[in-house]
């Protein structure tokens, strides 16, 4: 069974302990919107549906995730051009070698910095440390691909999604549907990037449900926009 209430989950905690903002229709938390599935992710913050640290994605006061992009950048360019058929595994290569270990490792990183449940925490932290889980891998992915759109190279959505599924747990992944409808999807933690049609199936078989509810098999190209 597949579940997608993680989101839900988050935001009713909020509300039940008060501490749910609400700006221009979206929801916040201490001053930053609360990234979830087709939200602008970098400026934001990431939280569990139960408590765990808070993510912070910020692009241009920090300067880690910055220094990944530029890396991936350099990756999908050949010749002085940005290559766009480059661009997707560009990214997931270099969050791939950037970020990467147990989730033992992440708890003792997150315990040595005292972080407390629902404290904020820099995604680029993580990065500097060369550590992560799917969500930080899928923040970094999603982040990466909408700095790639803010300067014009691509035009499609990137988006950080999330299930729930009976006895193998949560996950989160990147998704990226460019400008003609066509997703892919980008999960360094479980080596899965492709269309989803690839990749989606069960994790017994080394790939995970990304489909959202509804979604059906579709034909979509390779070329980006």
């Known amino acids: 069974m597949t579940e997608w209430g993680n989101t839900e989950r988050t935001l009713g905690r909020l509300i039940d302990s008060g501490r749910l903002e609400v700006f221009a229709g979206m929801p916040h938390f201490q ?3 609360i ?11 990431y939280l569990g549906g139960g408590q765990r640290e808070a993510v912070v994605v910020d692009s241009e006061k920090y300067p880690a995730l910055k220094e990944l992009y530029n890396k991936a950048k350099q990756k999908a360019t050949l010749i002085g051009v940005v290559q766009k058929d480059l661009i997707l595994d560009s990214v997931y290569e270099t969050v791939s070698e950037a ?13 040595q910095l005292n972080i407390a449940k629902d404290k904020k925490v820099t995604l680029d932290m993580f990065i500097e440390q060369g550590i992560g889980l799917c969500r930080h891998q899928a923040l970094a992915c999603a982040a990466i691909l909408e700095l790639f759109k803010k300067d014009g190279i ?15 747990g949560s996950h989160s992944w990147c998704r990226y549907t460019n400008s003609l409808g066509y997703i892919y999807i980008l999960d360094a933690a479980l080596k899965n990037i492709g269309l989803i049609d690839d990749v989606s199936g069960p994790p017994e078989k080394g790939k995970w449900p990304y489909k959202r509810p509804g979604e059906c098999k579709s034909t979509f190209s390779r070329t980006l926009h």
Do not use: L, Q
């Open 31 to 33: 001053g930053r919107h």
């Open 35 to 45: 990234i979830c599935r087709d939200s602008p992710v970098d400026k934001g913050v």
């Open 99 to 111: 970020m990467s270990g147990s989730e033992a490792d992440v708890e003792d990183f997150i315990f």
């Open 154 to 168: 691509i035009r499609g959505r990137a988006s950080v999604d999330r299930n729930y599924v009976e006895n193998w």
